[in-house]
């Protein structure tokens, strides 16, 4: 079954749905946990050394966070921190790591916000040639029984 789950997280609330979600089941088959970021700010895309921003050193000190507190559950992880173009990147992640499935959280666009906006998860679920689990981020504002 999977045994080598990646994990998009952008430093938001949407990150905590998809790891409530995934920890079950990586639990169930014993999964090794891929976190990745990709930054896309122009300083990630166009430093040469990652450290010297203040979003490249918070989203690594995030990725650490979260890697830690997985870790501590007794779950197997791996944290890389990526910059360019997201969906590129984890689908890049997802092959060269030999990943068996994506699993993300999405914010729910719909079509006109998606072809205006567009949509790493609408890239990675048509790009990806592994299994890619998809569900919708927690709305921050619904009530706990809606969620």
């Given at each position: 079954m999977y045994t080598n789950i990646l994990i998009p997280?952008?430093?938001?609330?949407a990150?905590?749905?998809i790891l409530q979600h995934i920890r079950p089941l990586a639990r169930m088959t014993n999964a090794h946990i891929l976190l990745v970021h990709v930054a896309d700010g122009f300083m990630a895309q166009n430093q040469e050394w990652f450290d010297v921003s203040p979003e490249m050193r918070e989203d690594r000190d995030y990725l650490g966070r979260r890697s830690a507190e997985l870790q501590n559950e007794g779950f197997t992880v791996e944290a890389q921190l990526a910059c360019g173009n997201?969906?590129?990147e984890i689908l890049r992640l997802a092959e060269e790591k030999g990943c068996d499935l994506i699993a993300m959280a999405t914010h729910g666009h719909r079509l006109l916000a998606?072809?205006?906006l567009g949509s790493v998860a609408s890239q990675v679920r048509h790009q990806a040639r592994i299994p890619v689990?998809?569900?919708r981020a927690q709305d921050k504002d619904a009530p706990a029984e809606t969620r």
């Open positions: 997280l952008e430093n938001s609330l990150d905590e749905t997201p969906a590129a998606d072809m205006i689990l998809q569900l």
